[in-house]
């Protein structure tokens, strides 16, 4: 009896520990509080989880990690006016593709090449060949060539260095192809190390040292190279390699500046001082002939529009007023411009050959000009225009120092082969400026 008793008080003892435990045990599996929803297996999921999902208050389903979401960035809207460059440049060239336009450019202190998006914030470096103190860059009409004019060190002769651009080439630090290995339970797949891009390089040659300027053709394939000879200047006709010369024009001067926008016609003009007269001339490619087209005029620059029917010049009237013409080459006659600019800041389109943009000094000083420009002895600050020669419309594009908050004194300007952008270089600190000329 004694024994039966004690047999029935453990019972009892285990029955009520029994639902101690199940008591502790089903309240901490109990949803939590915040939650909301109610779960039909009484707070234990058999998917795992908590039995409860708390609800955002914008009623979304959260994302988990299975289910990643994909965000599409917003494109970054670029500015109308861009500095491409905080160090100096010595050229540039533009290229364009079905969805992109690119900026390819030697910096001046080492020579290396970079190139630039001008349709996004994109870069890269595309040569790492060092030619320090570039000063002058020519370049083929795909970008892939390049004529470097420096100044090699300890020395004061002009050097011209032809190279191509040889592309990074792709270096694979394993050879070892994909393999895969099976095992009872499993395929292990080995891969190769990734592919590491290296920057391409510049190889060439050496042009003679006696060349005075270099012009490339609008294609981009042919040279127009002046080389001093004797007592004057001879001027040759090559392909862009330097290759197949032929003699085309001679003189007993030998300060020119080249002007190649045809590809049928060259004008060479005698380099400009307030100090003197100037003269351009005409050099048929077709006929073999060079003609005198204007001068002689004091402190005479010219630039040539694409077809070669017309000139913007300036000159300087009895060495103190400074004026700006258009000058028409088949019925020669001069039609004044409503600015004052120089033609160094100037560039005509190729689309439309009655249509020139050029960068506007608000303040043109006429003391010396163009000298004093040219020595680095007066600055100006720039507005850009463009004025359609036949209709006589012009409209202001850009005041660029309100743009930019910088005061740029533009020079060397060019566009790209679609013509929305004008590319030009600060000469203030050569470095290299885009402005968007969409409308």
């Known amino acids: 009896m004694k024994k039966s008793t004690a047999s029935l008080l453990i019972f009892i003892v285990l029955l009520i520990l029994g639902g101690i435990g199940w008591y ?39 994302t988990t990690p299975d289910s990643p979401t994909t965000t599409t960035p917003t ?15 010595a050229g540039a060239m533009a290229s364009t593709t079905a969805s992109s336009t690119i900026v390819r450019y030697v910096d001046r202190g080492v020579g290396h090449i970079y190139e630039i998006s001008l349709t996004s914030n994109d870069s890269q470096k595309i040569t790492n060949t060092t030619i320090p103190r570039v000063y002058t860059t020519t370049w083929n009409r795909q970008g892939t060539a390049v004529i470097l004019r420096y100044i090699k060190e300890g020395s004061t002769i002009i050097s011209n260095f032809y190279a191509d651009i040889i592309p990074p080439k792709k270096i694979v630090a394993s050879s070892s192809p994909k393999t895969a290995t099976s095992t009872a339970t499993s395929t292990i797949v080995s891969t190769p190390t990734p592919v590491q891009d290296v920057v391409g390089e510049l190889k060439g040659r050496f042009f003679p040292s006696n060349i005075i300027d270099i012009a490339v053709s609008p294609k981009g394939d042919r040279l127009f190279i002046l080389s001093e000879e004797g007592e004057g200047s001879v001027g040759y006709l090559s392909r862009f390699t330097g290759d197949t010369r032929t003699q085309i024009f001679n003189s007993p001067l030998t300060q020119w500046n080249v002007d190649w926008n045809n590809e049928d016609s060259i004008i060479l003009t005698t380099k400009a001082t307030y100090a003197g007269v100037g003269f351009a001339y005409l050099i048929d490619l077709k006929k073999g002939t060079t003609e005198k087209i204007l001068g002689p005029l004091r402190a005479l620059t010219t630039k040539a529009s694409t077809d070669t029917t017309q000139l913007f010049y300036t000159s300087s009237v009895d060495g103190k007023r400074f004026i700006s013409k258009i000058f028409t080459l088949k019925d020669q006659t001069s039609q004044d411009v ?19 943009f050029c960068a506007v000094p608000t303040d043109l000083r006429d003391t010396n000009l163009p000298d004093s420009w040219y020595q680095g002895k007066v600055s100006f600050v720039d507005t850009v225009w463009e004025l359609d020669t036949e209709t006589g419309e012009v409209r202001q594009l850009s005041n660029l120092l309100d743009q930019s908050g910088k005061i740029i004194d533009v020079t060397n300007p060019f566009l790209d082969p679609k013509e929305n952008f004008l590319i030009f270089t600060n000469k203030r600190d050569l470095t290299l400026w885009s402005l968007d000329i969409q409308d």
């Open 24 to 62: 502790v045990y089903t309240t901490k599996i109990a949803p939590q509080t915040g939650t909301t929803g109610t779960d039909p297996f009484g707070g234990f999921n058999p998917l795992g989880g908590t039995g409860s999902t708390a609800v955002p208050a914008n009623n979304q389903v959260p």
């Open 75 to 89: 494109p970054t809207k670029l500015p109308l006016l861009r500095q491409l460059t905080i160090t100096p440049v």
């Open 338 to 356: 409503v600015f004052r600019t120089l033609p160094e800041k100037c560039v005509w389109s190729k689309k439309n050959s009655s249509i020139i």
